[in-house]
């Protein structure tokens, strides 16, 4: 029963892809108020770039949305429902990333995310649920980030991956 | 679902069951179908027995009436002998035709029964009936023609009274045959009706002890059918929990974001120095770690220690997984304790980032736990948290001057619990140490 266990915390273990801003500053995540400041000096890690949000959940898709145009990024949406978001995709010519919640108000985000694919727009999913089995399943390869991630951690991801 | 083993039992005894009732129903089955037979044949050949005395019984009759006829016969020709009236002839002619009558009888009975010595006893009989015949016959036309003394003659002659006596002897002798065949004819009858009835008890035996098998046989199918029905009742209740439980968990983890995102957009405003949107935004989070890995269990359940831990510390890992270690014996705990620990860790964290081990690159965390036994025959939990190669503290000895709502909530948390919380700021950097009580079972 006293057997010993070591359990790893090492990065690459859990919330989908390296972070690279992590082992950079070293001192854990940013809760810092420098991406919630208003007037403050802007960052610009997502200057021009254009960031589509799927997201039925409305608070947070506005904080995703002030956090992001905090950096820089021209906001696309945010699409609150599978309807809207199949609109603003339609309309929207140049999409330069995507942050896609999977469960959308019970239905699936999955044609929004084959739509991008076919156009080559990268994109993270972002999601209550632990089946990230289903999603690597059907979009092997594509970064799965689960909720509650920070604005931050995902603004990092999303500069990664912007066209 | 394991069975326990009282199922267990309950289902090898079926099997045993079913398995011993196929030989038994056979059996029975077979055992019936010979007594059935065996009852046939008795009662057949106890007719035949019985039916065999019945026709004995009637050549003894014939028999008799044979002897009759005969001295009615003789009484007719005697009479017209002393009296010459022909009116005793009447009952001689009469004798006649019923003796003709009684010896066609006799010869279908005789040889009924066995067609040789039936015809030899028969022919026998005819024979010595005849030549009695005949002497009556010669006396009586002696009368008739008027020679009355040369009749007398022939009567004292003694030739009647022998041919009567020698019918008489063949008769009587046959009539025994008869009456002992016709004995024992019943008899094997008797014994074949003695043999029977036992017989008959066994087959109702047989016949009560194939319904109970039937009984039997039904009852277990229906308990069968009736657990199967009750096991996929049960499957059926544990996939839909395992769907609320997977549903709970998603919602759990959405009221978390949505809290998170109340905060951040609620502190948009303040002035830029404030840094307790951070502080609530960062404890918040480590509370959704905490419980992350607790995924969909109800209130009743367990969950490890050690992942939990890991979990927590996952935002302070470095390539190599040497910055944080964490490792200890594999306990579990109820979920109610998850948050209080998360909140313990969270501080220590917070406080080693801020100005702690984990504020350097080459500061360490130690963390492990132990399981001993402590007081009352309950199990202790005891962890250590203990920071390395951090910055050199301004104060070398003693506890920091600022002890905020962090430190108060941490020793509370500990409180809830059931335990205890001290820390120690050694030289070489903090270390703490969490004592708590694991539950019973």
Redesign the interface.
Known sequence: ???????????G???GGPAGW??SS????A???HS???G?TPHERLLGKRVLIVED?A??A??LQ??FEDEGAEVLGPALSLMKALETVTHEREIDVAVLDV?LAGEDVYPIAELLLQRGVPFIFHT???SRNVLSGLFPGALTC???T??DTLIGHLMRLAR | MKPSSGQEGAASWRVRVRRSMMPVFAGLTAALLALTLLIAQTIVAQQDARQRAKIEGDMLLTLHGITATMLDAETGQRGYLLTRHPSYLAPYQDARERLSRALGRYRILAERIDAEAGARDFAQVERLTSAKFAELDQSIALVRSGSYEAALALVNSDLGKQRMDALRAEIARQMDVRARMRNSGFERANQMESRLLPLIGILGVAIIALVIAGFRTERSRARATAEADQAAVLREANDRNQLLARELNHRVKNLFSVVLSIVTLSGRKQAPTSEIVGDIRARIHALSRAHSTSQGSGEQAMVELGPIIAQMMQPYADDEGKRVRVSGAAVSLPVRMVTPIGLILHELATNAAKYGALSADEGRVDIRWTVDAGQDNAQELQLTWIESDGPKLAFDSGAPTHAGFGSQMTVLAARQLGGTFERDWPAGGAACRLRFPLPHG
């Open positions: 029963m006293n057997t010993t266990f070591h359990y790893p915390v090492k990065l273990n859990r919330d992590l082992a070293g001192k854990g995540p809760y810092g108020s919630v400041q208003a403050g959940e608070l947070l506005l904080e002030l956090a469960d209550a649920h632990g689960t909720k509650p920070l604005p």
